[in-house]
């Protein structure tokens, strides 16, 4: 999910089976990412075959992805300084270490002071969709 969060194209394809993705806790991260962007801004982190980091924004929501070229697991932090002040919550689509199959779905508050710590797994990616708190 991470890759079609982060590449851009004309079609956007996953590798799974469209049965199995209707019954997946990473479905509504999918149909929530948007088929163009107003906004893209490649943090910091990112080196090219090592890790990509992007913040790209649609209207007024945010999306934060992270893709691991590398073979090892690595913790990233991101600054979330491309925010507007306030709060926000983070719908974050994270991989799990243990299995790396599967994925964690986790949300929590932030705002644009705040660091947020990734742990990704090898060749592993992050998406995390941000939309402000009214």
Excluded: H
């Amino acid at each position: 999910v991470a890759t079609v969060a982060s590449f851009n194209s004309a079609f956007m394809c996953l590798a799974v089976d469209p049965d199995d993705l209707l019954k997946s806790k990473v479905r509504p991260m999918v149909m929530a990412l948007p088929e163009t962007w107003d906004e893209t801004i490649v943090l910091g982190q990112s080196k090219i075959g090592d890790l990509a980091v992007f913040a790209r924004r649609k209207g007024k929501e945010w999306f934060l992805s992270a893709l691991n070229g590398a073979k090892r697991s690595r913790q990233i932090k991101v600054k979330l300084d491309f925010l507007k002040r306030g709060k926000y919550s983070i719908d974050m689509l994270k991989d799990n270490l243990q299995d790396p199959l599967k994925a964690e779905l986790v949300t929590k508050t932030v705002q644009r002071k705040n660091q947020l710590t990734i742990e990704l797994a090898g060749g592993g990616g992050f998406v995390g969709r941000i939309s402000a708190v009214k």
